[in-house]
C-alpha cells in the first residue's frame, strides 16, 4: 500500500507523519516509543488500513523529521498530550482510535484519561498507565532495576555521546539484543541509525526521560487518573524492561478493560509477532464496533 507522508502543524511545532488507508475510515492515530518512529509499526499500518481505517502515525516531536525543541520542559507527558489532541485537530477529526506502544503508549493513557470525549478507544502495546510505573517500583524492587537506564538518562551530554559512537553501531546492537532474534534486521537497523543521526534528535529524544523529573515534582497527582474509555492492554510476557505485573495493576484502574499477554514476546512485540498483534488489533477494534452498534 503506497503511504502518504505528510507535514502538518500542531501545538505550535511541525511534525511528519505517515497516511494510509481510506480517508473516510475512522481515524487509528498510532504513537511510538522510544527509540522508534513511525517506521516502528509498519507491520501494522497496512493491515489496519486494508480493514478500512484511516492510519496516522506520527514522529513524534523529537524524533526523525519531526521538531526537535532541545529544552527539557518541551517534553512533559501534558505537553506531549497536547501535540496528540492537536494531531486529531489538525486532521479535522473530533476523535481517534488511540494505539501507542512504550512512550506513545504513555502519551496514549494520559491522553484517554485527560480528554476521554477524544478517544474512542485506547490499546496500550508494553507500558502501564503512567502513574502505575513508581507504585510498582515501591512493591517490586526487580522493576527497579529493570528501569535503572533511566537513571542514566537524566545526565546530561554523556547519554548522547554514550548512544552515539561508533557511529551508532552499540545503540542498534542494543536495540536488537533485546529483542528475539530477527526482531530488527540490517535494513530496519540502518534505518533507525537515518533517523537518530539526525541533528538534534538524540537530545529530544532523551528529553522525554528527562522530562520526568516535572512529573515527580508534581507527585504524579496530575496523571494519577482512571481510565473511562475502552481499554485493551496487550504485552509481551518476556518484555525485559517491564513487569506483566504494571499490566494488570494498569487493568484496575480501567472502567472497562481487555487484558492479552503474548508468550515469547518482549517490549518489541510488534517486530516479533506481528501476525498475532494484528489480529489481536483487529478483533478490538471490530468489538468496539459491536458494541457501538447494539447500543
Known sequence: MKYEHKIIEANGHSFHMVCAGPKNGKLVLMLHGFPEFWFGFRHQINELADAGYYVVVPDQR???????????????LWTLRDDCEAFID????????????????????????????????????NIPHPADMPRVMIRKPSQLIRSAYMLLFQLP????????????????????????NHAFMEYDLAKYQEAWKKPGALTGMLNWYRALRFQVQAGFK???????????IIWGINDPFLSKRLAKESAKRCNEVDVSFIDGATHWVHHEEPEILNYLLLQSLK????KIQNK
Do not use: C
Request: no cysteine; hydrophobic share 40%.
Open 62 to 76: 523529537g524524533y526523525n523529521q519531526s521538531d526537535k525543541p532541545q529544552d527539557i520542559e518541551s517534553y512533559t
Open 287 to 290: 468489538k468496539r464496533e459491536r
Open 90 to 125: 489538525a486532521l479535522g477529526r473530533e476523535k481517534a482510535i488511540l494505539i501507542g506502544h512504550d512512550w506513545g503508549g504513555a502519551v496514549a493513557w494520559h491522553l484517554a484519561a485527560t480528554r476521554p470525549e477524544r478517544i474512542e478507544k485506547l490499546i496500550a502495546i
Open 222 to 232: 496530575q496523571i494519577d487518573l482512571p481510565i473511562n474509555v475502552p481499554t485493551h
Open 157 to 180: 551530554v554523556i547519554p548522547e555521546k554514550l548512544m552515539a559512537s561508533g557511529r551508532f553501531h552499540y545503540m542498534a546492537k542494543g536495540l536488537a539484543m533485546t529483542g528475539k
